[in-house]
């Protein structure tokens, strides 16, 4: 198991920027497929991007396309998600998920741990 922990949430005028990082702690973090997901209050919860383990496969919704990225550090634990140019439709609790062996793609039940989340609110 891995444990994973969220920071970097707030609030934002439309146009603005956050980051996003998803610390983990436990096994060995570095052979783990990352991935953010975000759920708006009274929506099911959709994937936003993923990364795997070495940062080959980067995938994102087409919704963030452009204005997100996500990236790691392995030395650190740490993935990240860069959210440029927010619009208030961004605004949703933001999840990190991780994947102990496997590409877990876009796919919200392949991922095994999950993080307890952090809030985007992004005003007009």
């Known amino acids: 198991q891995v444990q994973l922990v969220e920071s970097g949430g707030g609030l934002v005028q439309a146009g603005g920027s956050l980051r996003l990082s998803c610390a983990a702690s436990g096994r060995t973090f570095s052979s783990y497929a990352v991935g953010w997901f975000r759920q708006a209050p009274g929506k099911e919860r959709e994937f936003v991007a993923a990364i795997s383990w070495s940062g080959d496969l980067t995938p994102y919704a087409d919704s963030v396309k452009g204005r997100f990225t996500i990236s790691r550090d392995n030395a650190k634990n740490t993935v990240y998600l860069q959210m440029n140019s927010l619009k208030p439709e961004d605004t949703a609790s933001y999840y990190c998920?991780?994947?102990?062996?496997?590409?877990?793609?876009?796919?919200?039940?392949?991922?095994?741990?999950w993080g307890q989340g952090t809030q985007v609110t992004v005003s007009s």
């Open positions: 998920a991780a994947k102990i062996s496997g590409w877990p793609g876009r796919t919200t039940r392949n991922y095994d741990n």
